[in-house]
């Protein structure tokens, strides 16, 4: 089936680390690849996105490349601030089923000052 | 441009009873999902409204079911409510009956049931 599995967390980074989360999924078809965070008490937020192979999202110093050959969406990020400090999940949704997402579990990152 | 909004916030029911909350979609969006978010989970997909009518459906039981009105406002129902059915219920908005590729979520409705 349909699924999209991320790194399990909590990460804990310091104050301008280099961030990377891992995701990959698996669908069948050409899915629509998704980063959305959700802050502290708060609905998602879409953070990037990519619609097709080898497509980069990029938004607020986040990037992710759709990779097809890995069925890969790695979330990176080269400097981390404190406000970063949220969830992040990876979804995907599939041509014909717009407005469905399907996503990951999640990932918790803390930045500490 | 309001965004996608919901109510209420936050609600405690007692075990058998029945919920309904509700979701009115961001400005121009004709396309209202609904998610069930479990603490420390990824939402899970409920259903899909369109036209008023349901066009797709998650694995979710006959217990949940939903409404879309003309304005393109939804409610979400829950019968017999479960402990298990205690979570974030996200709503989330698109366009273009749902082939728009951007989807918003509101903040959600905290449901508790004791």
């Known amino acids: 089936g349909n699924s999209v599995t991320q790194m399990e967390g909590p990460v804990t980074l310091s104050e301008e680390a280099f961030l990377t989360i891992n995701c990959t999924y698996t669908?069948?078809?050409?899915?629509?690849l998704f980063w959305y965070v959700q802050y502290p008490g708060e609905g998602l937020q879409l953070l990037l996105k990519a619609t097709k192979a080898d497509d980069k999202g990029s938004n607020k110093g986040f990037e992710a490349t759709y990779r097809k050959e890995t069925t890969s969406f790695h979330l990176e990020k080269g400097s981390v601030q404190v406000s970063d400090s949220a969830v992040y999940f990876c979804a995907l949704s599939l041509r014909g089923q717009g407005g469905k997402l399907i996503f990951g579990q999640g990932t918790e990152l803390s930045v500490k000052p | 441009d309001a965004g996608v909004t919901q109510s209420p916030t936050h609600l405690i029911k007692t075990r058998g009873q029945q919920v309904t909350l509700r979701c009115s979609p961001k400005s121009g969006h004709d396309t209202v999902s609904w998610y069930q978010q479990a603490l420390g989970q990824g939402p899970q997909f409920i259903f899909q409204y369109y036209e008023e009518e349901e066009r797709q459906r998650g694995n979710f039981p006959d217990r949940f079911s939903g409404h879309q009105f003309p304005n393109y406002s939804s409610e979400l129902n829950v019968n017999a409510l479960l402990l298990g059915d205690s979570a974030l219920y996200l709503c989330?908005?698109?366009?273009?009956?749902?082939?728009?590729?951007?989807?918003?979520f509101g903040e959600g409705s905290w449901l508790t049931v004791v």
């Open positions: 669908a069948t078809g050409y899915p629509s």
């Open positions: 989330a908005s698109s366009g273009i009956r749902g082939t728009g590729n951007t989807i918003y």
